[in-house]
């Protein structure tokens, strides 16, 4: 497979779920996927895709077929059956290119089936086919902090009068936060998924500057929570329905 071309970041940032247990590939396509415009998350099978799928809104799956545990096939069918989860594009990615293994994927309930090797721009361009044809729900990530709404898509903090716009690495710590509203995320985590490059300590430095702009008392938070020797846990006022 070809290396990755880069390109810069677009205004919306469609979440990505790539599900594949080959590590070297999760990492490629999450980088490069990235470099287009997307969030991203990984996992390395179906129970770990469908545990981080409760907690996480995800645009669009890129699934493998042949993964430990249950295949992707199979995997499909059960999304399929779900009530939460019926309607997520899915896109298989695998080895397996036979036209029977292209029949039997759509009949699982793919949106698309590209087979591997493959062409990193040829995947992007069935991903924004994929997500024209399913426009995603932004509203539903859309969060609130007190006098502010986050829109993760644009990064900006917003009111009735004013918008902030916040820094790539601010919104990017923001948005893996908001995932999961009052979880709390390991400042291992907010490294490994940042959008771009920090570390332990720039993490800190970043929340210190998150808590400047979103809290009444940036000493006394009330949004952004310290979990001691564990992480940061977000606690937004309200979600939008």
């Given at each position: ?6 390109r810069?970041?677009?205004?919306w ?24 415009g ?9 129970e ?8 996480v ?47 039997e ?14 062409e ?21 990530r ?43 995320v ?39 929570l ?16």
């Amino acid at each position: 497979m070809p290396a990755f071309p880069g390109r810069s970041m677009s205004s919306w940032q469609p979440h990505i779920l790539v599900i594949d247990d080959d590590r070297r590939l999760r990492d490629l396509l999450r980088k490069y996927l990235m470099e287009q415009g997307h969030l991203v998350s990984t996992a390395i099978g179906a129970e770990d895709a469908l545990e981080k799928m409760r907690a996480v809104q995800f645009d669009l799956a890129v699934l493998d077929v042949m993964m430990p545990g249950e295949d992707g096939f199979s995997f499909a069918r059960h999304l399929r059956k779900d009530r939460k989860l019926k309607d997520l594009p899915i896109l298989f990615l695998t080895a397996r290119g036979d036209s029977s293994d292209r029949i039997e994927g759509l009949e699982a309930g793919s949106d698309d089936y590209l087979a591997k090797p493959f062409e990193p721009r040829e995947l992007h361009l069935r991903i924004q086919a994929i997500l024209r044809r399913a426009p995603p729900e932004k509203e539903g990530r859309d969060i609130w902090l007190g006098r502010w709404q986050f829109d993760a898509g644009r990064g900006e903090l917003r009111d009735e009068t004013d918008i902030l716009r916040l820094t790539e690495v601010e919104a990017s710590l923001l948005r893996i936060l908001a995932e999961a509203p009052g979880e709390t995320v390991s400042r291992e985590e907010l490294v490994r998924r940042a959008a771009t490059a920090v570390n332990d300590r720039t993490v800190d430095v970043q929340v210190t500057r998150l808590r400047r702009k979103i809290e009444p008392d940036a000493k006394q938070p009330r949004y952004l929570l310290t979990v001691r020797g564990e992480g940061y846990r977000l606690l937004p006022e309200r979600e939008r329905a």
